[in-house]
């Protein structure tokens, strides 16, 4: 009897952790897909990536030298997105709360985004977090990133 039990909680173990390991991998292949494809695309267009990440369904990367900022959005389009940072004026962490006011208070945030102004005026805007897509527990993580990214691509853009 005791074996028997020991088999079905056994089971039972695999059969509720097997579906969180199939997403987690799932996503893993996902976000390696699209970094290969944005590796793939930027050298095809003749860039070399000094900086990339992969953050929530966005690839993006930087190529100091040409001085561009790449976003990548899925692997299966090959939409890979040029920004100039000599065209870019003015890089700001947005930080969005319930009425669509700037909020400073973490626990009200409801967006966390990267505004790029351009002299062009097609500002663009990078979302790092959204309440409605993302877990409450990666808002600071996202706001981190945000500001790494704001800090880097700063010293790039030619203001």
């Keep these: 009897m005791d074996t ?25 292949h996902k976000e390696k897909k699209r970094a290969k494809k944005m590796a793939f695309l930027a050298s095809k267009k003749g860039y070399n990536l000094d900086e990339t990440e992969n953050t929530h369904g966005l690839s993006i990367g930087l190529d100091k030298t040409a001085g561009k900022f790449l976003l990548l959005r899925s692997a299966e389009k090959a939409d890979l997105q040029e920004i100039d940072l000599k065209d870019l004026m003015k890089i700001e962490i947005v930080k969005i709360d319930e009425d669509e006011k700037n909020t400073q208070a973490l626990d009200k945030i409801r967006e966390i985004s990267l505004l790029l102004k351009s002299k062009s ?39």
């Excluded at 028997?4 to 799932?26: H, K, Q």
């Design 4 to 28: 028997a039990s020991t088999l079905m909680g056994l089971g039972l173990l695999i059969l509720f952790i097997a579906p969180v390991g199939y997403l987690v991998y799932n996503q893993s």
């Design 121 to 159: 005026n097609e500002d663009k805007r990078l979302i790092f977090y959204a309440e409605e897509e993302d877990p409450v527990t990666e808002k600071n993580n996202r706001l981190d990133r945000a500001i790494k990214w704001q800090k880097t691509l700063q010293k790039y853009c030619k203001s």
